[in-house]
T-cell receptor, first 113, second 113 residues
């Protein structure tokens, strides 16, 4: 069966360090992968999208990698700040759209001052 | 530009009742998707509407339905409510069909007693 796995345990990182979040998937052939941020009581906010033919994408302090051989995406936040504390969700779409956007359950990131 | 709005923000219903939730997408966005979010299952795709037509549907019973109007506003309806329908219902809009860079609303928190 199809599965998306993200670290279920909270990730504690010291302010200023790089936070790295992992998204692994099985039995998917995603056309692209997206990362969203969700704060308590609010809807997810789109951060980055990376396509299957792209290895890496950057946006300010954010970097995403996508390895279709390993079936894995890594999401990095450099120079992390307490304001980066949130739940980060990865989402896959195989491109056909029939099953909508499939989300992982998210990783709760805590940046400690 | 105004973001995605959802009404009502909170709703309490009893088993057996029905409920209608409303979503207004970002101006110019023609695709609206609905998701259910629960602590146990995470975010799950309900359906997508584009040009007033349901394009894709997730694995939910027929009690869950929706529609889209000519101005792209969308409603979803849940009939014969069950306790397990208690969840945060999120609406997301995007410019075109598909799920690239979805913009989520704040959600409607539905509690079924």
């Amino acid at each position: 069966s199809q599965k998306i796995e993200q670290n279920s345990e909270a990730l504690n990182i010291q302010e200023g360090k790089t936070a790295t979040l992992t998204c692994n998937y099985t039995n998917y052939s995603p056309a692209y992968l997206q990362w969203y941020r969700q704060d308590p009581g609010r809807g997810p906010v789109f951060l980055l999208l990376i396509r299957e033919n792209e290895k890496e994408k950057r946006k300010e302090r954010l970097k995403v990698t996508f390895d279709t051989t390993l079936k894995q995406s890594l999401f990095h936040i450099t120079a992390s700040q307490p304001a980066d504390s949130a739940t980060y969700l990865c989402a896959l779409d195989e491109g056909g759209g029939a099953d909508g956007l499939t989300f992982g359950k998210g990783t709760h990131l805590i940046i400690q001052p | 530009k105004a973001g995605v709005t959802q009404t009502p923000r909170y709703l309490i219903k009893t088993r057996g009742q029905q409920v209608t939730l409303s979503c207004s997408p970002i101006s110019g966005h023609r695709s609206v998707s609905w998701y259910q979010q629960t602590p146990g299952q995470g975010l799950q795709f309900l359906f997508e509407y584009f040009s007033e037509t349901q394009r894709n549907k997730g694995n939910f019973p027929g009690r869950f339905s929706g529609r889209q109007f000519s101005n792209s506003r969308s409603e979803m309806n849940v009939s014969t409510l069950e306790l397990g329908d208690s969840a945060l219902y999120l609406c997301a809009s995007s410019r075109d069909r598909g799920y690239n860079e979805q913009f989520f609303g704040p959600g409607t928190r539905l509690t079924v007693l």
